[in-house]
């Protein structure tokens, strides 16, 4: 597993420089122009999304979605010059065909999604994502959904407790992991947790991450429920795009990765019939191309100067 930075942005806010992850191959594959239609699907704090319109100025349009109301606010001010030209909309990327609708956007001619949170998230210690600061059990990134890594840590059994925490965050000691949640119970807040989870793996583990990561982002993918809306992310927006339209996606952990690749090269292969079929049964056409087959890394210049990006993996595919 690739390990995951916590974070991809810089923060905007603070004075700090705001830099967009792998910003220039986005633009590169992307293409924005001048009248052409555009999606953020994870706007953030608004970098990606300022660099399309200033490319496609002064005709391009966009829609920025975000299914955290603070950072549309932040971006809603960081994008207020471009008002006649976007469209800024709360809600989960999964239901981006609605959302085009609501806003009449026809076909589109890019959409892009930069997984994962924004530093401003991360950074945000009531949040609770980070295992670095104290914070509540929170981890949602919509504040209007029911469910909190609370209920998930105080209130889930432990051998569900032990199979999310293997499966979304690929920890090979989650079942001592859970053993332990369930025993400090009740745990309320994200120092507490880290500190449990350090103490259940740390003898048996030598790593370069902090042993509570896999944990965290287990439990973060868990109550945002991120790996079902990337999949119906990316059906839904490859049949919005219009014909040349391009879907750029960039995922930051193996989970997420593998559904991009194996989603797009399942929309790339069309015809699923076995090679000993004379004729095709299964009616599958190919919808895209796949404008680069390896995924694209950021520079190692971009590394150095952002380290949080260093696992990011860029897929582009483009609609036949
Ligand atoms: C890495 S940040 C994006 C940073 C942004 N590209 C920028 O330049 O500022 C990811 C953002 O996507 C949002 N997000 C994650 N999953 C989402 C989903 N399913 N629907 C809508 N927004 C989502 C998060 O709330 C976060 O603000």
């Keep these: 597993m690739v390990s995951t930075p916590q974070a991809t942005t810089s923060p905007g806010e603070a004075g700090g420089l705001h830099r967009p992850v792998m910003l220039s191959q986005v633009i ?3 293409r924005p122009q001048s009248g052409g239609v555009y999606i953020d699907a994870t706007l953030g704090l608004g970098g990606h999304a300022r660099a399309i319109l200033e490319e496609s ?13 603070e950072s549309l606010r932040r971006a809603a001010r960081e994008l207020d010059r471009y008002e006649r030209r976007v469209e800024l909309h709360h809600g989960n990327f999964a239901r981006v065909k609605d959302i085009a609708r609501r806003w009449r956007f026809g076909a589109c001619d890019g959409i892009l999604a930069d997984l994962g949170l924004s530093s401003f998230q991360l950074e945000t210690a009531e949040r609770g994502f ?26 889930f059994p432990e051998p569900k407790l032990a199979g999310l925490i293997y499966s979304y965050g690929e920890e090979p000691g989650s ?29 048996r583990r030598r790593s370069k991450i902090h042993p509570a990561t896999r944990t965290f982002q287990a ?24 014909e040349g339209g391009r879907l750029a996606i960039i995922s ?36 895209v191309k796949l404008v680069c087959r390896k995924p694209v890394s950021p520079t190692e210049e971009e ?3 952002n380290p949080r990006s260093r696992s990011a993996r860029l897929r582009v595919a483009e609609r036949l």
Excluded at 130 to 154: H, I, K, Y
Excluded at 181 to 201: G, N, W
Excluded at 252 to 281: Q, T, Y
């Design 175 to 203: 079942r001592r992991i859970a053993r332990a949640i369930v025993r400090a119970r009740p745990l309320h807040d994200t120092l507490s947790l880290a500190e449990v989870v350090s103490r259940a793996v740390r003898s």
């Design 219 to 242: 439990l973060r993918i868990f109550v945002n429920g991120e790996l079902e809306a990337l999949r119906q992310f990316v059906a839904s927006a490859i049949e919005l795009l219009r």
């Design 303 to 305: 590394t150095i100067g």
């Design 28 to 30: 590169e594959y992307l």
């Design 57 to 69: 100025s002064p005709e391009g349009k966009l829609i920025g979605i975000d299914r955290d109301r």
């Design 252 to 287: 930051f952990h193996s989970l997420e990765d593998r559904i991009v690749k194996g989603s797009l090269g399942s929309l790339a292969r069309g015809c699923i019939c076995p090679p000993e079929m004379p004729v095709c049964a299964c009616g599958r056409k190919k919808l």
């Design 130 to 155: 980070s295992f670095q600061r104290s914070g509540p059990l929170d981890m949602r990134m919509d504040t209007d959904a029911p469910l909190t890594a609370a209920e998930v840590v105080n209130r």
